[in-house]
């Protein structure tokens, strides 16, 4: 059996997997690694094994549990509080309800809704980036503004404090963050949290945290600490995502211009190519990580009970047999069954507004800015290699 004695694994080239992805997928699809902490872990490379895994109550989310499989030392994923469950930890018969709870807020009609702030959120930055010197670092100036405004106003918090939030949560993702300062992260974003929502207790406004206040009070169930958990993860994974996401698919239009051409000659396809960008990049790869709690076999090999299992998505999604020629780019390929958004109950909360983000940036900034251009060659950006979440430090651009 193959085991890989260094997890996670780096990216050697930004726009493929990690080159033993591709071996253990064909050659020992369930196999194992050996995890920072020493530990060995199954993986699981087929797009039809990793969502089964996914799909299957047999295997737990509780990142708390002392066995789950944990890809960074010390690191709680959201930086909430350990006792406090959050919905990307839970398992039925709690994680259905609080779901349900907060579901609402991110239905498509919802989301929808948010559309022409959005546009203006992101025609503010454009405007922005025009009139500042060129090069101009996208990443601070649109990928990470974006969606912190969005989820800011989403949740009902003040714009002031979105660098605050921005700092916080890179602190909590990256992977070199030392133990002591992500939990400084995260109880600095938890004390925010709960003064905030404390103060929006007496009288909960028409906002994400007061609509939760309203609704989890009628059921009996309003929790401060509990709420708080909630902000910090919708914070969290509302920032770095859509964010690096902007970024490497903006790399990887200029260095495809017949790609770029066709969504500019007609937007309706930006919806197909925001899904294939999505597929290529699989930022959040191992994050999809579950811990079994009843012995399952699974690609002919019995995983039992107490052990760890990581959905590599990023595997699945280049698995040529359910993607044709998968390792190039196409935005016309179409089709939703990627797995960049994971699969099954804890399949991406913030999906439909993650998509909706990405389309408008898309279309404002290559219309907006024609002419846009890197500033420096590709082997010289800096791509986030040492974070959770796939991505890129600084995109240093012109026109
Ligand atoms: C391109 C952007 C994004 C990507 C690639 C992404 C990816 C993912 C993935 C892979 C999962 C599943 C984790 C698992 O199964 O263990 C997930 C869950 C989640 N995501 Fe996203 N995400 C994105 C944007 C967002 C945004 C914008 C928000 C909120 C505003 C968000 C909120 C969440 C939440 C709350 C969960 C946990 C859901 C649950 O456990 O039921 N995500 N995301």
Redesign the pocket.
Known sequence: MTTIDEFPQARTCPFAPPPAYARIREEDPVAQVRLPDGRPAWVVSRHEDVRTV?NDRRFS?DRGHPSFPQLVLGAAVTGAPDEEPV??S?DAPE?PVA?RAVLGDFTLRRTEGLRPRVQEIVDERIDAVLAGPRPADLVEELSLPV?SLV?CE?LGAPYSAHTFFQEQSTALIARTTPPEERAAAGAALSGYLGDLIAEKEADPPDDLLGRQIRLLRDQGSYRRSALAGLGI??LV??HE??AN?ISLSTVAFLRAPEQLASIRADPTRTPAAVEEM?RYFT??DA???RLCVEDVEIGGRLIRAGEGVLAL?YAANRDPRVFDDPDELDIERGGRHHV???FG???????N??RM??QIVFDTLFRRIPTLALAVDVDELPFKDDATIFGLHRLPVTW
């Open positions: 996914l989310a919905l990307l839970m994680h779901r969606p989820i989403l993860l919708l994974a509302g995502t859509t996401m999505l930022i959040l994050a999809t990580a998505t960049a958004f994971g109950p804890h399949q991406c909360l913030g999906q507004l993650a983000e990405l």
